[in-house]
């Protein structure tokens, strides 16, 4: 597949992939970085600080993630650690529900080339 759509498709679901893994715990953006490259890099492709950090300074500045800052254990330096806001959360429901939807009407018509 001409590599255009294959990065047309993962622009429009990152934001939702990363809320979705924040979600699931306070984390650190090098943690979010290997997780995406450990579960989805055979679909997503390798994830890059590049990319992950641009949307997560925008989630954060739009409102759905708030960050705290702690001392990381090895080096004395700090990690920035990211959680949903409230917005956050209900941002992201919205997402999921969204998606099921978009996936079962795509399915419905993609189905139709037989």
């Given amino acids: 597949m001409n590599q255009k759509y294959i990065q047309q498709f993962k622009k429009g679901s990152l934001e939702m992939v990363l809320l979705s893994l924040i ?9 979010i970085i290997a997780e995406l490259n450990e579960r989805g890099a055979s679909v997503l492709g390798y994830a890059r600080e590049g990319t992950v ?5 925008r989630l954060q500045e739009t409102g759905l993630l708030q960050c705290r800052i702690a001392p990381a254990a090895a080096n004395g330096s700090s990690k920035k650690y990211y959680s949903l806001t ?3 959360k209900a941002t992201l429901q919205e997402m999921v529900n969204f998606w099921g939807d978009y996936t079962k009407c795509i399915n419905r018509f993609i189905g139709e080339q037989d």
């Fill in 86 to 88: 409230e917005d956050g």
């Fill in 53 to 57: 950090y641009p949307i997560l300074y």
């Fill in 23 to 31: 979600a699931r715990k306070e984390t650190y953006g090098y943690e």
